[in-house]
């Protein structure tokens, strides 16, 4: 018996030490990967500041989206040398 209440005491002052995070896309265990890796890489901040740094990647992951690969052409290409022209004419920039 007080093996099960010191259990339960301690579970509950645990899950107050850490809050959860909740994540869309993350599952518990890759979030408890991020939280292990800001401990690791981070031992001199508070417990408080890890959580923060850990909640901030997880949301920054959550906002990603994914964009297909491709290719676009990039550059000044000119522009209609009159309104309603298909004639593109070159303009310095430089002067």
Known sequence: MRRTVLFTLLAGLTACSSPTITSESLSPSEINDIRARVAEHHPDLSTRKQHEVTQLV????DNMVFIEGGTFVM???GMPCEPGSTQMCQIDYDT
């Open 58 to 61: 997880v949301r920054a992951l």
């Open 75 to 77: 550059g000044d290409f």
